[in-house]
């Protein structure tokens, strides 16, 4: 059966701290993603990865950060916490190929900054 | 810009009820569309959808695409209070990295 696994279900952290998100994949996947998901805009790309030490940006990258140290491991760092990165995090995972795969979510982390 | 726009945005019916959902997209090098379902935690895998005019079935849901027009419907016959979720459309566009590209969701509650 495959496995996504994010390290909290929900966390409460306060404005300024260094907040580190954890996912972890047993499907030996080359793919892993960080979304965020907010009310009325759907899930939103932070930061994907398509091997270990590789990284690429998605559409709301700023005041985030990500770790790809293994491959199955790929972690999101909030710098600095800000109330405007209260949300739901999902982390997924898919196979690296030609065409398409479906991608495997985690069960999410809620995130409130206060 | 690639784009995924789902439509209604949110949608209540009754037991029994057929539902219809949209979803248009503006990519480049289309790939692939994936239809999720998310209750209260991680979405689900529905379907994925690459060739037009094939149809995907499981059960009562079924899903079509449209290449030439840039869509795809979702449908759900006879609807059951289970099916009450969000409906997630992601399309795998230029990129090969398999980055998907979501739309807002449509929202669906289904009423005894």
């Known amino acids: 059966d495959v496995k996504v696994t994010q390290s909290s279900r929900y966390l409460v952290k306060r404005t300024g701290e260094k907040v580190f998100l954890e996912c972890v994949q047993d499907?030996?996947?080359?793919?892993m993603f960080w979304y965020r998901q907010d009310p009325g805009l759907g899930l939103r790309l932070i930061y994907f990865?398509?091997?270990?030490?590789?990284?690429e940006k998605g559409d709301i990258p700023e005041g985030y950060s990500v770790s790809r140290e293994k491959k199955e491991r790929f972690s999101l760092i909030l710098e600095s916490a800000s109330t405007n990165q209260t949300s739901m995090y999902l982390c997924?995972?898919?196979?690296?190929?030609?065409?398409?795969?479906?991608?495997?979510f985690g069960q999410g982390t809620r995130l409130t900054v206060v | 810009e690639d784009k995924v726009v789902q439509s209604p945005l949110s949608l209540v019916v009754h037991e029994g009820d057929t539902v219809t959902l949209n979803c248009s997209y503006e990519?480049?090098?289309?790939?692939?569309l994936l239809w999720y379902k998310q209750e209260k935690k991680a979405p689900t895998f529905l379907f994925m959808l690459?060739?037009?005019?094939i149809e995907k079935k499981s059960g009562r849901l079924s899903s079509i695409l449209d290449k030439k027009e840039l869509f795809s419907i979702l449908n759900i016959t006879a609807t059951q209070t289970g099916d009450s979720a969000v409906y997630l459309c992601?399309?795998?566009?230029?990129?090969?990295?398999?980055?998907?590209?979501f739309g807002q969701g449509t929202t669906l509650q289904v009423k005894p």
């Open positions: 997924a995972s898919s196979r690296h190929t030609q065409g398409a795969a479906e991608a495997f």
């Open positions: 499907m030996d996947h080359e793919n």
């Open positions: 990865s398509y091997d270990v030490k590789m990284k």
């Open positions: 990519v480049t090098n289309f790939r692939s």
């Open positions: 690459t060739s037009s005019g």
């Open positions: 992601a399309v795998i566009g230029s990129s090969n990295t398999g980055k998907l590209i």
